[in-house]
């Protein structure tokens, strides 16, 4: 569908991230989503519905004039091509020079990204300034990994954690939820408002290395460990007032190699529905606000980077599981991706396509391929291999994940 009902629902995320209905085993709710998500089978998904025509978009500016069946997605109908683009992309920033992203979120960006491994003390203020650009006041999502372990950007300023799987065996997860709240609570301190956490991928390899990208990220080799653990992470980061990003759909435990190095493969489908799906389906249950889809293949759903998968992202995590919230990639940088022999930009305009709707990626000149990125969006839309309403409604999950509502009120 390209206008899948896919509302935010981070602000609702009141009810225990359980992932099952009161009064039922973890076992049994997991073993009737394995049922259902099996039964639901591979090959007989329903197309795509067709895009619904659109009028030419006219500026950014303008505002809706009635309060009547006003919503994000009307409003956004006049914004420019331009603008639009720019909410879908994620700019990588490193974080002792945050400022040098203020040109994009100046002109829209809708995230930035944060990279590095020590934080400057000044953080806070550094992001104070940058946003204070951003057009309409509508600030972008400021975002970094702060998973625990070695992968962690802003441990000297807001706490470190353990790896995961040191959390998921040493600790109940009442303590692990109560370890991400303090950290997060210390992230949205200094302005850091989307952690690209916890890491839901069932694994018990040696990694994260060359070979397997999860390793000690993973919580447990264990499904029912894995979920509990991940949600409880999850759970704290909510009640901190920072945004969760679950990853990497559908699981990477057990994946043929690491998606940063080259291509790879998940498990077969019929494997990973029985065990690294589980996670996810949980995660979906307990109206988590976002996900990240890897850059893997599904043997037995999909051929080629999830990411860039209609089947995997409309037909299995919008369709299959239900998901109602943001969807983005993984890096597009990504050996994976680059061995298809397309570019950044190109891989961009595919994703949206294929229904995921925020853009990330690294590169040694932000600028330059944030440029050419949002350049690749607008000439798809033009050229009509991205209908417009698709762009619309990637850019309406973005605004609805930030609680912005571009509606005027009743009151004027």
């Not at 499904?223 to 409880?232: E, K």
Request: hydrophobic share 45%.
């Amino acid at each position: 569908m390209l206008d899948r009902p896919r509302p935010g629902r981070y602000p609702r995320l009141v009810r225990p991230l359980t992932g099952h209905r009161p009064g039922t085993s973890f076992a049994a709710a997991m073993l009737a989503a394995a049922l259902l998500l099996a039964s639901c089978g591979g090959g007989s998904r329903t197309p795509r519905a067709a895009p619904r025509a659109s009028a030419p978009v006219p500026s950014p500016t303008a505002t809706a004039t009635a309060v009547a069946n006003c919503s994000n997605q009307t409003v956004l109908a006049s914004w420019s091509l331009a603008s639009l683009a720019a909410q879908v992309v994620v700019v990588p920033v490193d974080e002792t020079d945050v400022g040098a992203a203020a040109p994009e979120v100046a002109q829209g960006a809708g995230g930035v990204i944060l990279f590095g491994s020590t934080a400057p003390s000044d953080l806070g203020s550094q992001l104070a300034a940058m946003e204070a650009g951003a057009p309409g006041g509508i600030r972008p999502f400021v975002m970094t990994d702060e998973e625990g372990g070695g992968v962690q950007r802003m441990a000297n300023l807001v706490g470190s954690l353990p790896w995961a799987r040191d959390m998921g065996s040493t600790m109940t997860p009442a303590q692990i939820e109560s370890q991400a709240e303090t950290v997060g609570a210390a992230m949205l301190q200094q302005g850091v408002t989307m952690d690209l956490a916890p890491v839901l991928d069932v694994d018990g390899g040696v990694g994260p290395n060359d070979s397997d990208a999860d390793g000690s990220r993973s919580f447990s080799a264990d499904a029912s460990v894995a979920t509990a653990d991940g949600l409880a992470f999850a759970e704290g980061l909510v009640t901190a007032g920072v945004i969760p990003v679950v990853k990497h759909f559908p699981g990477l435990g057990g994946a043929s190699g690491n998606t940063d190095d080259g291509p790879a493969s998940t498990l077969p489908y019929s494997t990973l529905v029985n065990g690294g799906l589980l996670p996810f389906v949980a995660a979906v249950g307990a109206e988590l606000p976002a996900v990240m889809v890897s850059n893997a293949s599904i043997p037995g759903w999909s051929s080629g980077p999830a990411s860039l998968s209609s089947a995997a992202i409309e037909g299995l995590l919008v369709d299959q599981l239900h998901f109602e919230g943001l969807i983005l990639t993984d890096s597009l940088s990504a050996g994976a991706i680059g061995a298809l022999g397309i570019s950044v930009p190109q891989a961009a305009v595919d994703a949206i396509a294929a229904g995921a709707d925020m853009i990330l990626f690294t590169a040694t000149d932000p600028a330059s391929m944030t440029a050419a990125v949002e350049t690749a969006i607008v000439q798809a839309v033009g050229d009509g291999a991205v209908p417009q309403a698709r762009l619309i409604d990637a850019v309406a999950h973005v605004l609805t994940a930030k609680d912005v509502d571009l509606c005027p009120s009743a009151a004027g």
